[in-house]
């Protein structure tokens, strides 16, 4: 089995392995957010784990009985067990009692992975109960609820909090959080609420043109980039929505995009390699990962954070060098294979982990832990670029068939 096979089988396995599947539990397929946590789960975790087991019966890694009864089990639980606000669910759960995790939030993107799962599942099996199930949990979504306008534009709130103190709330008085004015990784937002027939195409595509396109450039990479820069931004939505052949009615090529602000992260890297000795060639992809530090997003120029703001820890995340595979792929498969013969150590149980670097004395950390989005990017996208199994199924689902068009896609 060659190194891309055997990580896109790890990183299966997170998914067939980190969930609640005690049938009686409320919690029924929930799926933890890292390894470190074993009480927290992600509803983003089980938009990747709904495509796992897509993937997982495509491959022969499970049978298709098996995929299907999980599938949906699930989506029963968070039709009747998930708490939810206008359709919108909360982003972390406890995984035994399905209950809110703590403060958290009801969160548009983290529902939106949800639903990509969902969506890939649905159009794969075929099966008239899931269907049922899923177009419940659809329909009920009020779109509506979170439209805003910023700065003259149309634009979608990004979650909301009543909860005083809660999580991205901090002292705010408005339990509404900030919106999604900027590019980032909620494309794949805009085909969900188009595939609604609750939203008017005008509406749809005044969303769509609703976000600030800003292009920045690194050395002789030109792209439309987010504020933040970090990898993931270019692969979320990539990783269901396959715009290698689609360009919008705002002209932008959002895969070339993609490709661009890759390339333009790996010879950042490679220019930085003195600064952080960790990075190089082929050791590349910064984006949010586990560091000494924890959880952190790593952000490449250009970004509009503050100078004195830290954006990056030295730690290379495999995660955002196989997240970028179907954008750059000789490149991707020369590092995988550079990281896995040359930090053994960053590979286990479920594959590479979340990130590795070299410390100042020249001594090794690799993080002990797995984080559910970063194997559930990992794994979509590999699978992606072997079989095309999310991509095929995802793009012919009725809803996103109906949903490319009203937002106005044309083939290139």
């Known amino acids: 089995m060659n190194i891309l096979e055997e990580e896109l089988y790890r990183s299966f396995l997170y998914f067939k392995n980190e969930v ?23 509803i983003a ?4 784990a709904l495509t796992a087991e897509v993937i997982g019966v495509e491959n022969g890694y499970i049978p298709r009985e098996e995929g299907l009864r999980r ?13 939810h606000f206008q359709g919108f669910f909360v982003h972390y759960l406890d995984i035994n009692t399905a209950t809110p995790y703590k403060k958290t939030e009801y969160s548009t993107i983290d529902t939106a992975i949800f639903l990509n799962g969902a969506i890939t599942a649905d159009q794969y099996f075929a099966d008239q109960e899931l269907h049922d199930l899923f177009h419940r949990i659809f329909s009920r979504i009020n779109w509506r609820a979170f439209f805003h306008e910023y700065k003259g534009r149309k634009v979608l709130r990004m979650a909301y909090n009543p909860t005083v103190g809660g999580d991205y709330r901090q002292k705010s008085d408005d339990p509404w959080i900030y919106q999604w004015h ?10 969900q609420l188009a595939a609604s027939d609750d939203v008017t195409e005008t509406e749809a595509r005044d969303l769509f043109l609703g976000f600030e396109r800003n292009l920045g450039t690194y050395g002789k990479y030109q792209y439309y980039y987010s504020p933040t820069n970090a990898l993931f931004i270019y692969q979320f939505s990539h990783a269901w929505i396959d715009f290698s052949n689609l360009v919008g009615i705002d002209g932008v090529d959002w895969f070339q995009n993609s490709v661009t602000a890759t390339l333009a992260n790996r010879q950042w890297c490679i220019d930085h390699q003195k600064q952080y000795p960790t990075l190089g060639e082929n050791t590349w992809g910064l984006t949010a990962c586990l560091t000494p530090l924890g959880y952190r997003n790593q ?3 250009p970004n509009d954070l503050k100078k004195d703001e830290e954006h990056v820890f030295g730690v290379v995340p495999p995660s955002g060098v196989a997240g970028s595979i179907v954008f750059a792929p000789e490149p991707v498969k020369a590092s995988l294979e550079y990281i896995h013969s040359h930090y053994p150590e960053s590979f286990g149980e479920y594959g590479f982990t979340d990130g590795f670097r070299l410390n100042p004395d020249n ?5 002990p832990y797995y984080v559910g989005i970063n194997k559930g990017i ?35």
């Open 182 to 191: 900027m590019l980032a990784e909620q494309l794949s937002l805009y085909f």
């Open 363 to 367: 001594s090794l950390w690799v993080s």
């Open 45 to 48: 975790a089980v938009g990747f």
């Open 20 to 42: 609640n599947l005690d049938y009686d539990s409320p919690g029924y397929g929930l799926v933890l957010d890292n390894t470190k946590n074993k009480v927290m789960a992600s």
């Open 299 to 301: 952000c490449i120029e």
């Open 71 to 83: 599938v949906r089990r699930t989506c029963k639980s968070f039709l009747e067990n998930i708490h």
């Open 378 to 412: 990992t794994m979509v996208m590999l699978d992606n670029y072997l079989h095309g199994t999310t991509w095929k199924h995802y793009m012919q689902h009725p809803l996103i068939v109906k949903a490319t068009a009203k937002l106005g896609f044309q083939r290139k």
